[in-house]
């Protein structure tokens, strides 16, 4: 893996587990420039759509993520999922803020799912900024993309 400062998105994906966190903070790459660059590597041979996700845990590291697709539909992994699974992958749990790009005419809202697994990790009030590859954004909280959301509290019998 290239670890230069030219090429910032393998230390991202390594921060964890090869101790270089330190060197992604010195490059001060942004959320969208994270997810921009992750979503270079989608895998989206079907629907040609591709995905990025980066999200900064509150303890300041950057997570990313892209959409990976199956053919045997809906066996895919969405780009938001990804940048979860590797914020716990790295022993983070809380998210800060989340930033999704996509090659769309307007910015496009994690799905359903999507949203719940957000919600899991943020608090109501963690920004999500949505992109597009030509420059379009909409800024929302994880309250106004998931209202009503289901918590554990729902499931307290006490």
């Known amino acids: ?72 539909y809906p066996e895919g992994t969405c780009a938001e999922a990804g940048a979860i699974a590797a914020m716990i992958a790295a022993g983070d749990a809380r998210i800060a803020e989340v930033c999704v790009i996509a090659d769309s005419p307007d910015p496009v809202p994690p799905c359903g799912g999507c949203r719940q697994k957000i919600a899991e990790f943020a608090d109501q009030d963690v920004r999500v900024v949505l992109c597009t590859t030509d420059g379009a954004q909409k800024v929302m909280t994880v309250a106004e993309l998931l209202p009503g959301v289901f918590t554990a509290a729902h499931m307290d019998r006490t």
């Open 1 to 72: 893996m290239d670890f230069s400062q030219e090429n910032p998105l393998p230390c991202i994906l390594a921060a964890a587990v090869a101790g270089c966190a330190e060197r992604h903070m010195e490059t001060e790459m942004t959320l969208l420039a994270a997810a921009t660059a992750v979503r270079e590597r989608a895998y989206a041979p079907y629907s040609r759509f591709k995905v990025g996700a980066a999200i900064r845990s509150t303890s300041g590291v950057v997570h990313v993520g892209c959409n990976v697709e199956n053919v045997a």
